[in-house]
């Protein structure tokens, strides 16, 4: 930790110093932005309700001409996030020392004129040009709730304990924030059938993850040693799995999920980097006494003493009826990615460890991320149990899976006593009709 992890750090940029700000000075996270009614996109940083125009700092000669700040004039984090983390460092010491406070308000507001840009007056794109994302089951609670839901007798299979479990996921159908998610079609068959139907979904889902992007890559055939493998991450976003649980149940076996997940997955805009995280890392949960300790190729002391983040997710539900009656969003769970059986080093380490190649910009995520309480479900499989006990809205809605209408919005934050709060945003998305195009 260094300087700009500070908690008293203040900005000039008043609205980043609210106590429950998303964004103050210690978080400065990167997104790809254009202004409304200009196509051309950028990247930018996060501060309180604005964004910070880089590439105008630069020619302003504002920051120095390095890779990271000239990175910042294309339209994906991609570039940014293949250099070496010393080289993002420096960087975020720069971003930091320009949007400090120096007591000189008259010289903040002239400044911030040119090199700031409102947030209500751009549109946030994907952050990075995904190549390759995968997903992975990494809080044993969630593995265990779905897994006694499908298999009563046998809930967690015999190799959760020794693999961080994945699947392949579809780069294609990644979503910005605020994009419809329209309810996908496909075979269902319900357990009294003789026969598969095919149609739209009657159980559509959404699944509550923390997002990390692949940093520096590795070269095919080479590996991710587990002590290397926080410095190939590049930062960590919100993100929402999609996912039509009749569907799912129907194909699953033997090869796992596929048509169940992939017509879309939503990410959340602002990607907060693995040095802004610094400050609340906190132990690897604890195995239970019996389960076994990692394969060797996945211990490492450093990362059982801080492989774990004191991040909170919550999913809030926002339905048609409650928007028309102007209801504040229901929040539907709290979750801690305190609880997670493996650590994002462990996942990245495992995806490499037989030579596969990661590269900048590829997208892996935990998993649903829950906790041992019912309250801490992260979708609504588990917390309706299936649809057995299906949630009563305030305003008398009912729900057990995903109707027309609804919007999903998914926030998250990392605290910790004697830390700044910096938060991740938003992450949302309405369910469209399947004949809404
Ligand atoms: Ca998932």
Redesign the pocket.
């Known amino acids: 930790m260094n300087e700009t992890h500070d908690p008293q750090l203040m900005s000039w940029v008043q609205s980043a110093n609210a106590p429950l700000a998303d964004f103050p000075i210690q978080n400065l996270p990167f997104g790809v932005f254009s202004r409304t009614g200009d196509s051309a996109s950028r990247v930018g940083v996060a501060i309180g309700d604005q964004i910070l125009d880089v590439t105008v700092c630069l020619k302003a000669g504002l920051l120095s001409k390095s890779p990271a700040a000239r990175a910042c004039g294309e339209s994906s984090l991609n570039t940014l996030m293949g250099l070496d983390p010393a080289e993002l460092a420096d960087f975020r010491r720069e971003l930091s020392a320009l949007l400090k406070s120096d007591g000189k308000a008259a010289r903040s507001k002239s400044r911030a004129k040119k090199i700031l840009i409102p947030m209500r007056d751009a549109i946030m794109g994907l952050p990075a040009e995904v190549g390759d994302y995968t997903?992975?089951?990494a809080s044993i609670h969630h593995a265990t709730n779905v897994g006694s839901m499908f298999r009563p007798d046998n809930p967690l299979l015999p190799n959760y304990k020794y693999v961080p479990i994945g699947y392949h996921g579809r780069a294609s159908s990644i979503i910005a924030s605020g994009t419809d998610v329209k309810r996908p079609s496909g075979q269902t068959k319900s357990p009294d059938a003789t026969a598969p139907s095919f149609g739209p979904s009657k159980m559509l889902d959404y699944?509550s993850?923390l997002g990390f992007f692949v940093g520096r890559g590795n070269e095919i055939g080479s590996t991710i040693p587990i002590d290397e493998s926080e410095s190939h991450i590049f930062g960590y976003c919100l993100?929402n799995?999609w996912?039509a649980r009749d569907i799912q149940s129907w194909e699953y076996q033997p090869l796992g999920?596929f048509l169940a997940?992939n017509f879309a997955t939503t990410l959340s805009p602002w990607v907060v980097t693995a040095e802004a995280i610094e400050p609340y890392r906190i132990p690897l949960a604890a195995r239970a006494a019996g389960d076994p300790q990692p394969l060797k190729y996945l211990r490492s002391g450093m990362g059982a003493a801080r492989g774990g983040i004191a991040a909170y997710l919550e999913v809030f539900l926002s339905t048609k009826k409650m928007r028309a009656s102007g209801a504040e969003p229901f929040r539907l769970s709290r979750a801690s990615f305190e609880s997670m059986y493996w650590s994002p080093a462990q996942m990245l380490t495992h995806h490499a460890s037989n030579g596969c190649n990661m590269k900048p910009g590829d997208l892996l995520?935990s998993?649903?991320v829950s906790g041992d309480s019912p309250e801490s479900r992260g979708c609504l499989l588990e917390l309706t149990w299936r649809g057995a006990n299906p949630i009563k809205l305030p305003n008398r809605e009912v729900r057990r899976f995903l109707e027309d209408g609804d919007e999903v919005i998914m926030k998250g934050h990392l605290e910790m006593e004697g830390r700044a709060r910096i938060g991740f945003g938003e992450c949302r998305g309405t369910v469209v009709s399947a004949d809404q195009v």
């Open positions: 997903d992975f089951y699944e993850e993100v799995d996912s999920p997940k995520a998993g649903t």
